[in-house]
Structure formats: structure tokens, C-alpha cells
């Protein structure tokens, strides 16, 4: 398995959570990291990026999340966290971890009204 979310479940609105997503060493050090969510019903949708390690960190989010979502990588973990923030009913989805077109399996979050 090269990428493995954990971390999601069910919060209150308003609430935090952050999920995280472990990767193989190859995968982490040679590439961007992502986070997609997939709500029901729906096509899966570009949540945030964070740049390769080595040199200046950029980051990019989806409008619906900046300023409530922050993607960070921690390099000796090999191990990238989505900090979800005032998290909203509409933000319950399976969110997936990317990299390089490889996908982990998802983790489910849940955010109740």
C-alpha cells in the first residue's frame, strides 16, 4: 500500500478534524501531495496540494475550503494531514489522499448539523 488515509469520523459543525495520510518513502519525498473529497452522489473534487519536500513548501485549495482547511506534510513521518477546520454539514464526504495518480483507500467524514 503506497498511501493510507486515517483520521476522518464524525464531528459537530463548527468542529476540527485531521486526517492524515501515510505514505511510502519513494512517493513522499518524489512528488505533490494532494487531498480529494467524493460526496455522495458526486464527482470526486481537488480539496488541497502541497509542494514536493525540498525547497520553499507551497500550498493551493479549493476556494470552498481556504481559510478554514491547511495541508501540511511532516517529512520525517512520511505523513500528510488536512487541519479541517469550522467544518460544515456540506464538507461530509470520503476524502482521498493522491499522489502521482495513486490513490489510498479514503476516509470518511462525516460533519453533523
Known amino acids: 500500500v503506497q498511501l493510507a488515509e486515517s483520521g476522518g469520523g464524525l464531528v459537530q459543525a463548527g468542529g476540527p478534524l485531521r486526517p492524515s495520510c501515510a505514505a511510502s518513502?519513494?512517493?513522499?519525498?518524489?512528488?505533490?501531495m494532494s487531498w480529494f473529497l467524493q460526496a455522495p452522489g458526486k464527482e470526486r473534487e481537488f480539496v488541497a496540494r502541497v509542494s514536493r519536500s525540498g525547497g520553499v513548501t507551497y500550498t493551493y485549495y479549493a476556494g470552498s475550503v481556504k481559510g478554514r482547511f491547511t495541508i501540511s506534510r511532516d517529512n520525517a513521518k512520511n505523513t500528510v494531514y488536512l487541519q479541517m477546520n469550522s467544518l460544515k454539514p456540506e464538507d461530509t464526504a470520503v476524502y482521498y489522499c493522491?499522489?502521482?495518480?495513486?490513490w489510498g483507500q479514503g476516509t470518511q467524514v462525516t460533519v453533523s448539523s
Open positions: 493522491n499522489a502521482d495518480g495513486a
Open positions: 518513502a519513494f512517493i513522499f519525498s518524489s512528488y505533490e
